[in-house]
């Protein structure tokens, strides 16, 4: 964790050194509605795949159980 930290604030003195400018603009505002929406995106595909995996699961014992009855 530490050499990411490390290489990101020296990319900042680098990045500050070939503007010469110390301040280096950020915004100021986040879009709180956004950050839900890609929450509530993420969860929906969570989701999805977790159903996916529990159907397999199912089909998959389900012709195993098939064929042994047989």
């Given amino acids: 964790m530490s050499y990411n930290k490390d290489s990101r604030a020296s990319d900042i003195e680098i990045s500050s050194q070939l503007t010469g400018n110390t301040n280096i603009d950020t915004p100021q505002k986040v879009n709180i509605s ?3 929406l ?3 995106k993420k969860e929906k595909k969570e989701s999805l795949k977790n159903r996916a995996f529990i159907l397999t ?3 998959v014992l389900g012709t ?6 047989n």
């Fill in 64 to 69: 195993i159980g098939y064929f042994v009855s």
């Fill in 57 to 59: 699961i199912f089909m």
């Fill in 38 to 40: 890609r929450i509530i």
């Fill in 34 to 36: 956004a950050l839900k």
